[in-house]
């Protein structure tokens, strides 16, 4: 039986303010199966919510993890905006009693997560591409059969390390980059897909998570294309 397509909320979804609060609570009532968050160090060394910056306004991850340990359904995706971070979340989550709930993106050190015996058994990774692939952007547009050669190369760091999931700008995902992962054992997270039709289109092309701004609408087409 085929594993349902999984809804991450993007930070700042439907309109809440990014890294917030109202963000994590308002994702916390919904049925998704995931919240997405960015997570830096502050300037005081405590880790916090924060895309480009973070001070001591920001909600510190402590206390949105908490948030989500009393949803025993719900997963947190950390996209880790500065290296070595790893194993305080993991340390931070595993505190909040999140054992398995945690996902990576982002900064992400495959090697680091695989050699360490906590984080492998505490957190999945979303392998972001782009972090193994150079000038991936300009050269999906200038290389013929690019896709493949990336699928190629990302396909290596996972079998290496034990991942199973890339994580890609939707704007980048083709079918045939879609199965080419597939066919190595390797799923696919889209970010971030917002539109009705795009969401249609990575519902039917199996893909193993959106994560989306618009994750109401993304549920709503998920449930019809369950019943079809």
């Given at each position: 039986?085929?594993?349902?397509?999984?809804?991450?909320?993007?930070?700042?979804?439907?309109?809440?303010?990014?890294?917030?609060?109202?963000?994590?609570?308002?994702?916390?009532?919904?049925?998704?199966?995931?919240?997405?968050?960015?997570?830096?160090?502050?300037?005081?060394?405590?880790?916090?919510?924060?895309?480009?910056?973070?001070?001591?306004?920001?909600?510190?991850?402590?206390?949105?993890?908490?948030?989500?340990?009393?949803?025993?359904?719900?997963?947190?995706?950390?996209?880790?905006?500065?290296?070595?971070?790893?194993?305080?979340?993991?340390?931070?989550?595993?505190?909040?009693?999140?054992?398995?709930?945690?996902?990576?993106?982002?900064?992400?050190?495959?090697?680091?997560?695989?050699?360490?015996?906590?984080?492998?058994?505490?957190?999945?990774?979303?392998?972001n591409i782009e972090e193994y692939v150079p000038d991936l952007y300009v050269s999906y547009r200038n290389i013929p059969d690019f896709e493949l050669q990336a699928a190629a190369k990302i396909t290596a760091v996972c079998k290496q390390y034990g991942v199973r999931t890339v994580n890609i700008n939707h704007v980048l995902v083709t079918r045939r980059l879609v199965q080419?992962?597939?066919?190595?054992?390797?799923?696919?997270?889209?970010?971030?897909?917002?539109?009705?039709?795009?969401?249609?289109?990575?519902?039917?092309?199996?893909?193993?998570?959106?994560?989306?701004?618009?994750?109401?609408?993304?549920?709503?087409?998920?449930?019809?294309?369950?019943?079809?």
């Amino acid at each position: 039986m085929e594993q349902m397509i999984k809804i991450t909320a993007h930070s700042g979804a439907e309109h809440t303010a990014d890294n917030s609060l109202d963000f994590v609570r308002y994702a916390l009532e919904l049925a998704v199966d995931a919240l997405e968050v960015d997570v830096r160090r502050r300037a005081d060394g405590v880790l916090a919510l924060g895309h480009d910056a973070a001070d001591g306004q920001s909600p510190t991850l402590e206390e949105v993890l908490g948030l989500v340990a009393a949803h025993p359904s719900m997963c947190i995706n950390c996209d880790l905006k500065m290296p070595g971070l790893e194993r305080e979340v993991a340390a931070l989550a595993q505190q909040a009693g999140l054992v398995g709930r945690l996902i990576f993106s982002g900064t992400v050190d495959a090697a680091v997560c695989a050699a360490d015996p906590l984080l492998h058994e505490q957190a999945e990774i979303y392998l972001n591409i782009e972090e193994y692939v150079p000038d991936l952007y300009v050269s999906y547009r200038n290389i013929p059969d690019f896709e493949l050669q990336a699928a190629a190369k990302i396909t290596a760091v996972c079998k290496q390390y034990g991942v199973r999931t890339v994580n890609i700008n939707h704007v980048l995902v083709t079918r045939r980059l879609v199965q080419t992962l597939a066919q190595e054992g390797v799923g696919l997270s889209a970010w971030t897909v917002n539109e009705a039709s795009e969401l249609r289109w990575f519902l039917a092309n199996g893909v193993r998570n959106i994560t989306t701004r618009e994750p109401s609408l993304a549920l709503a087409l998920r449930g019809e294309a369950i019943q079809v």
